[in-house]
């Protein structure tokens, strides 16, 4: 015999998980595997972008990595973000202009020639976005006249230049209230086809009552991903909150990782943000391999480490990488492991 039952008054795009359990004169049953579905109303971002796809940072400036042209990015990646969108002396607006000593490193990069590259990756069937903020990024959003300059400005900035959203990278302080206020607004100029992606440092999501974690929460309808940066931390505890887990292991990303998945978030808004190797973090680099058992371990319950999450998340979106140009300066190690084991997930 089936029964059925059917739940009511449910919100759009809420996640919930059900386990059930059998019944009769003896008592009850062990509960059977927990399934996780989600209510219709998600309108997060993201159009074309595959089921599992792969996030890399194009640099807008000079340092050790090597320098490259976007036009020079790879097919690997499937969204690129470019580094970064910058302050003002007016609070909450945001500017971006090519650096001056990238275009003299690269052999000459004038703004025209970067719009036509944002062009043919888009031909190529990539996205582009500014990301905004970065380590010493000093963007602030800390009231609605700001909010509405910072959608404002980033929408003028889209417009220019042909980016399809924006990145959230502000490691110099966050406000979760005005800031969803200001993406929101974002949105509502620039169409459900905007993409909204996030990428806080580790200690960020490590509850939902920090601002990160809140501001994911409060735009998880309209959302794309959250690729927190599993580097340059330490140890952290995971979701067990049993073991202060040590960056550069499986276990970490997928303790951590599993935070946010048993937190709120969707599993097709979460990802995996690791350095593309030596030289992009002062700690958590991987090899990329660990990042596929990662991605399996979270996908599937295998190639686990010692930590095994509660149930699988096959939706599972992917992974980030700080960034293309160190990639390019390690011989694309990260984009050429990575980026066919996401095509291989199901």
Not at 105 to 112: E, H, K, L
Not at 123 to 132: A, D, E, H, T, Y
Not at 134 to 154: K, M
Not at 215 to 227: G, Y
Request: hydrophobic share 40%; net charge negative; glycine share 10%.
């Amino acid at each position: 015999m089936r029964l059925r039952r059917v739940n009511t008054g449910l919100g759009a795009c809420e996640t919930h998980t059900y386990a059930v359990k059998a019944y009769n004169a003896e008592g009850e049953s062990a509960p059977g595997d927990p399934v996780t579905v989600t209510t219709a109303g998600c309108t997060g971002g993201g159009g074309t972008l595959p089921k599992h796809f792969l996030t890399g940072y194009w640099h807008n400036f000079v340092n050790a990595a090597t320098e490259l042209k976007l036009s020079a990015v790879p097919n690997e990646y499937d969204l690129v973000a470019i580094a970064f969108g910058e302050a003002t002396a007016t609070p909450g607006e945001v500017v971006f202009a090519l650096d001056p000593g990238l275009a003299t490193a690269v052999g000459g990069y004038t703004d025209a020639q970067f719009k036509a590259d944002v062009q043919a990756l888009h031909q190529r069937g990539k996205k582009v976005i500014l990301s905004v903020g970065g380590e010493a990024g000093r963007v602030q959003v800390a009231d609605s006249a700001a909010a509405t300059r910072f959608a404002d400005s980033v929408y003028a900035l889209m417009r220019s230049y042909g980016f399809d959203g924006v990145d959230i990278d502000l490691e110099n302080g966050l406000n979760a209230t005005y800031m969803a206020q200001a993406l929101r607004s974002l949105r509502s100029k620039a169409g459900a086809d905007l993409i909204i992606t996030m990428a806080p440092q580790t200690i960020d999501m490590q509850s939902t009552g920090m601002e990160y974690f809140k501001l994911a929460l409060s735009i998880k309808d309209i959302l794309t991903v959250v690729h927190t940066q599993f580097y340059n931390s330490g140890s952290m505890l995971g979701c067990d909150q049993a073991f202060a887990y040590g960056q550069g292991t499986v276990n970490f990303m997928t303790a951590l990782a599993c935070i946010q998945l048993e937190s709120g978030l969707r599993p097709d808004q979460v990802a995996l943000g690791l350095p593309a190797g030596p030289g992009a973090a002062g700690g958590g680099v991987v090899q990329p391999s660990l990042v596929n058992q990662a991605l399996d371990c979270l996908a599937k319950r295998t190639s686990c480490g010692t930590f095994v999450p509660p149930r699988a998340y096959p939706d599972i979106r992917g992974a980030m990488t700080w960034s293309i140009n160190w990639d390019a300066s390690n011989n694309w190690s990260f984009s050429k492991t990575v980026k066919p084991h996401l095509q291989g997930m199901p």
